[in-house]
């Protein structure tokens, strides 16, 4: 599972040759530690709307008359530690300091009428990118342009979505570039998207590039401790005995909840090391079978009187070319990693105990968006969690709760580490951070979804993937 | 000076169990220890119930086939496991009725208020067996460690000869006698006449219902997989009383009678260890927990088996009809029976003598027969013919798959439910107990 070549072309002689040969040179991504800043400074909020962009203003009050900008708020929101107690270098003009390494800029464009308001904010935003430190981020803050009311304003937003993708490409370093789309009914002062900075501007986001997340109102509550948005919720997680589910377990026990762990009763060695890691309780169980959703249901109210959160995370594959593809390999995928879904989501959905702001977050793959040779019936079913996660949405919304999904694209696990080394070499290279993502930064993106604060970001498909060439 | 209070007796639950699935010998846990073993059964009972941390009231289960540096074994497995270091423990032994004996011990302990909670269990291996040196080795070795003088010493050790150097395999035949509990039990199939047929039926019933048992998932919550292996390994599904017919005796061959214990009908020497949670109901319902099974009561039994009066596995036809009458009960008044398979003509045996009404007045001193059981509510879920024995372990196994069976039951009939358990060990001992759906 280790990533030699990054390592090699890290340091000493690896780094020459790499350099000299112009080969990628992908650099170890920063993670999340605890008590570590959630925001790597300076952080410089650049605007597309006029008044902010000539602003030179390092507190994020505005200057005369004007109302505030939203980008005055996001200033404000970061001055104010983000809700915490953190203490944010914030500017707002990219020449206060000439020669500084920014940490992290903040493009907010929610405000553009018409493509040539863009320049306002990208030129300068080109000027600093050099500047940008390892790992950086820039995020981009827009509103949705399918709910523009003039062609120009939704080209504008869409202008704004694009030109984050294409910054994503041209970042190096382990840097990421991510946008916030909002909808109509969010603000940028709401929790989610409180919720949403502190994913995006922390190392939590590490391989997650090149991503546009629609916010779509203001739904959500700030969690008393942020270290713990958890804290008294209960969480199952399917497939949790390795792997990616393994980590999403401990991750969200860390982040305070108590969690049923689920695998297949074949896995239960490594499934009960796991619960005793995380102090949860071990539940074997094949989730195909009809009674699959009361187990969970009944193990859960039973022991902890509630069940608030579900990941779907368990799920299989049996590659072949669709030419030579046998009956059981074609059901066993589709009964696995959607319909199982399916019958469970109808089962909790139907259940009084699932109603209190119910989360269900499930994988999809970068496969269900894109294709993949060799797997059309995995690639079928992931495209089928796609669809179910955008018209499940609105059914969980009823209840206050949400459901969205992940793809995730080349992360390390034992499973990947299975794939040949040529083949594996190429899929671990072909993104923008040029590099195979780790379980935690599936778990960390499946936690912020599932925080209380990100109510308001709900049926969305968020990839986790390093901005993988392939795909949209 | 203060009066100490009487204190009622409080009800002793059982919350649940776990076992690792049974090997066999000299398979899959080669190289797996009494401890690792335990410690792997403690664990995945740790996970399916979120006991991590926990100091629980005791723990004591026990193995029959021991080291001597396992002195402390189930200690030394809860140091080693995600329980509380603070929970206190202790080994013991009872031969095959080493794990029901370990749960009639704990809830004992409950019910006289002295531990709110705990875990019974067992653990064997025959792949990890103590292999000891000779008599003759350990004694000259022993002097030579108490020698003062170099001279001592070397007088001590020159009285070892080459043939003192074979290492003395563990045996575990009756010492008493030196038959093996085969060529025992044989002597008991013959006097009662049991033929091989129906041995091989019960065999046949016993890999049938396990194999079902598994299909339908009732183990899902009951087993932890361990070292790669999730079902029982001596289980075959496919078995068929055409298949057992053909296999050859191995067990009373020098008898006047035909010989009919067949390695089919008999149990194999397997590893594996068992745990069942204990508890009263107030630590039960502290962390949720729902009681699948009341403790009622238990019997142990020894019969005189070195002089030939009684067959050595025999003992718990005499433990059930005192358990019985201190209960008012008859042998009818259960829902279910779970009768430890050590061979299908000990379950056989057993249930003939229940039914023998001379047997019954003159070897019982009963008034008439016990009389005759439901077969179909014998050993519905397998038992040890096809899950294999590893001694201390079969009793946890027992244990919490009946009481999962009789909640079960009482949830589905909305009435209370019954079963009687009986274990048979070495040295002619029996342990038989009674649960009813909490």
Redesign the interface.
Known sequence: MTDRYTSFVHHGFGKTLAQKLGLPQPVPLRRHTPSAPVVTGPVLVLSTAPAAASGDSTTGASAGEHPPSDADAVATLLLNGLGSDELIDVRRSPHTAEGTRWGTVIVVATEVTHPNDLAAAMLPLGQVLRGLGQCGRVLFITRDPEEADRPAVAAARQAVISTMRSVAKELRRGATANALVLGADATVTGTPVLSALRFFLSPKSAFVSGQPVTISSDAGHVPENWDRPLDGQVAVVTGAAQGIGAEIAATLARDGARVVAVDIPAAGESLARVANRIKGTALQLDITSPDAAEVILTHAVDRYGRLDIVIHNAGITRDKLLANMDDDRWNSVMTVNIASQLAMNDHFLASEHFHRNPRIVSLASTSGIAGNRGQTNYGASKGGVIGMVTASAPLLAEHGGTMNAVAPGFIETTMTSKIPFATREVARRLNSLQQGGHPVDVAETIAFLVSPASVGINGVVVRVCGQNLVGA | MPNPAHRPLTDAVIIGGNRIPFARAGSRYLGASNQDMFT?AL??L?????L??EELGEVVAGAVLKHSRDFNLVRESVLGS?LSPTTPAFDLQQACATGIEAFITVANKIQLGQIDSAIAGGVDTVSDAPIAVSDTLRSALLAASYAKTLGQRAKALTRIRPKDLAPANPRTDEPRTGLSMGEHQAITTAKWAISREDQDLIAYNSHHNLANAYNT?F???L??????L?RDQNLREDTSLEKLATLKPVFGKTLSTPATMTAGNSTALTDGASTVLVANNEWARE????PLARFVDAQTAAVDYVHGREGLLMAPVHAVPRLLERNGLSLQDFDFYEIHEAFAATVLTTLAAWEDENYCRNELGLPHALGAIDRSALNVNGSSLAAGHPFAATGGRILASTAKLLHARAQETGRPARALISVCAAGGVGAVAILESA
């Open positions: 792997a664990d995945g740790v996970a399916r119930y979120g991590q941390g995600a998932g183990f899902d919550d087993i932890t997989p361990f070292k790669g999730h962390r949720n927990f729902t």
